[in-house]
């Protein structure tokens, strides 16, 4: 009696939630879900288990990538490689190719390898469990749970960062992130119902990004407000705290932009593994800590002709670096004999009007960009 009358009080003064969350919140988000869910191309309806090749291909492209990006790379290639089976038969370099803008190549690389694993050991079926998805390439943690949740119904618990800034708020945790991590994981299996969990899934997706969001999050019209911690506490804005990232660093470049007198420019693939790897690439000195002169530069062009720096830079910020470039530029006869240097079978010319077809990252397309500026 004694606990029940402290809890009243403290729910009275607004620090505690009305209903602690649990079942009933599941309830309730699940009714907004029916009402208000988000219409994606890679969706099912409400209560509907979807095509796991959809929900696999959608979640590699969504990790560290907006909703709004993605659509089109999605529907591009579902109608390219409507079926696993076909996506695994297609060649690397058209998935790149096909990959280009969208960053963090290796998921494209991944992908290939995961379609292929999925026909040679699955008969071309994903295989239903989280720990079976857990050992295709690729597919981490979060994507096992969500796939396994979403296209099997399997009671599992997909968390990325929408879904713990929502449970962290939940169930006010107060403990930084990442340290809370685990906390989160299971606080967010205590909802997860055995029916529906797949919609469920995607409801506190939908809530993190559309309500719950991470800056001034609409608790005026939360369909779990009356369960929320953070709310009855006036945490919203506040949680979930998170360890300041150190800066990121800079690193600097040069890139040496050849053009033929026809037009065509000079690309070089670049090694198939680590950053970018795979992709096509102007060629560049490498990337270090400081922006190297133009004697040392020049030790890495691939031609031996007269270089023209072009006037400004090119920035791109990668998530554990910014990196700068500057650009050089020159321009080569056609028929002229000159000697490419020892990289030269990593090297190929592409027509200018072949350019946006090729497995470019977003990188190279600005340093192009900036190199022909109006030429
Ligand atoms: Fe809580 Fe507000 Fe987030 Fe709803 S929107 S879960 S009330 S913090």
Same mark, same amino acid.
């Given at each position: ?10 729910? #009275? ?35 509907? !288990?979807? +095509? ?15 909703? $709004? ?42 992908? !290939? ?5 999925? /026909? ?33 119904? +399997? ?7 929408? /879904?713990? #800034? ?18 989160? #994981? ?29 800056? !001034? ?9 009356? +369960? ?33 007198? +026809? ?5 070089? !693939? ?61 321009? /080569? ?29 977003? /990188?190279? $397309? ?10």
């Amino acid at each position: 009696m004694g606990a029940v009358h402290h809890t009243a009080t403290r729910q #009275r003064q607004g620090q505690l939630p009305l209903r602690p969350a649990g079942p009933a919140t599941v309830r309730a988000l699940l009714d907004w879900y029916d009402a208000e869910r988000r219409d994606l191309p890679w969706r099912y309806g409400p209560r509907k !288990k979807a +095509d796991p090749y959809r929900v696999w291909l959608s979640e590699i492209m969504l990790q560290q990538t907006t909703v $709004k990006a993605v659509i089109p790379y999605y529907q591009k290639f579902v109608a390219r490689w409507p079926t696993v089976q076909s996506l695994a038969a297609a060649p690397l370099e058209e998935v790149l190719q096909q990959w280009a803008g969208l960053g963090y190549y290796s998921r494209a690389r991944n992908l !290939k390898a995961c379609a292929e694993a999925v /026909v040679r050991d699955f008969d071309g079926r994903f295989p239903p469990t989280e720990r079976e998805l857990r050992g295709l390439p690729g597919i981490g943690p979060y994507t096992a749970a969500a796939i396994a949740a979403i296209a099997f119904g +399997d009671k599992a618990t997909p968390v990325d960062g929408n /879904v713990e #800034r929502v449970v962290s708020r939940l169930f006010a945790v107060q403990e930084s992130l990442p340290a809370a991590k685990g906390e989160i #994981r299971s606080l967010a299996g205590t909802l997860t119902p055995a029916r529906r969990a797949g919609d469920f899934a995607q409801a506190m997706m939908d809530l993190g990004a559309e309500i719950c969001t991470p800056k !001034k999050p609409s608790c005026l019209v939360c369909p779990v407000q009356q +369960d929320c911690a953070a709310n009855a506490q006036g945490l919203s804005e506040v949680l979930p705290v998170k360890v300041q990232k150190s800066t990121r660093p800079s690193r600097y470049g040069i890139a040496f932009l050849v053009q033929r007198e +026809d037009g065509a420019v000079l690309l070089r !693939k670049r090694p198939a593994a680590g950053l970018l790897g795979g992709m096509l690439e102007v060629p560049s000195t490498l990337w270090s800590d400081e922006m190297p002169t133009k004697k040392e530069a020049l030790r890495s062009a691939p031609v031996t002709t007269s270089w023209l720096p072009v006037p400004g830079s090119v920035v791109h910020v990668f998530t554990h670096f910014r990196l700068e470039l500057v650009v050089y530029r020159a321009l /080569v006869p056609v028929d002229a004999s000159f000697t490419l240097w020892a990289e030269q079978e990593r090297c190929r010319w592409v027509e200018r009007r072949d350019l946006h077809a090729q497995a470019l990252p977003s /990188v190279m $397309k600005k340093v192009i960009a900036h190199g022909l500026g109006g030429t």
